[in-house]
């Protein structure tokens, strides 16, 4: 064998996620029973990220209550899910302004952010 490489007939693959935001998305008008699931208080709207590597959903949740009148309705950082909720324009707001400084100051790729 060339180089004393000898195949063992496995492959090892590894996963290495992107720097992204893979949903941004804004739930304008959510039946009670979304906030009943989550276990968080109903205030208007909602606002769900995912991202990528997952310990950005910390700087994404204090971005969003840095910019906006949204309450952090949960955080996980072994996920990367951020849910927000707040009026529609504040969560839209919020969203908007962690989407633009994800990309613009870490280089992020960004989902469009979505509404129903």
């Given at each position: ?52 590597p997952f310990e950005t959903a910390m700087i994404a949740a204090d971005i969003a209550a ?22 529609v324009e504040s969560v839209d707001t919020a969203l908007r302004a962690v989407k633009d ?16």
């Amino acid at each position: 064998m060339a180089g004393g490489i000898i195949p063992t007939g496995r492959v090892i693959e590894e996963s290495v996620p992107g720097k992204q935001v893979t949903i941004a998305h804004v739930i304008a008008s959510p039946v009670p029973e979304i906030y009943e699931s989550l276990g968080i208080e109903g205030r208007g709207a909602i606002g769900i990220l995912t991202l990528s590597p997952f310990e950005t959903a910390m700087i994404a949740a204090d971005i969003a209550a840095k910019t906006s009148d949204v309450e952090i309705g949960f955080l996980d950082r072994f996920t990367g899910s951020v849910v927000i909720s707040g009026d529609v324009e504040s969560v839209d707001t919020a969203l908007r302004a962690v989407k633009d400084t994800l990309e613009r100051v870490l280089g992020f790729t960004a989902a469009e952010i979505t509404k129903t």
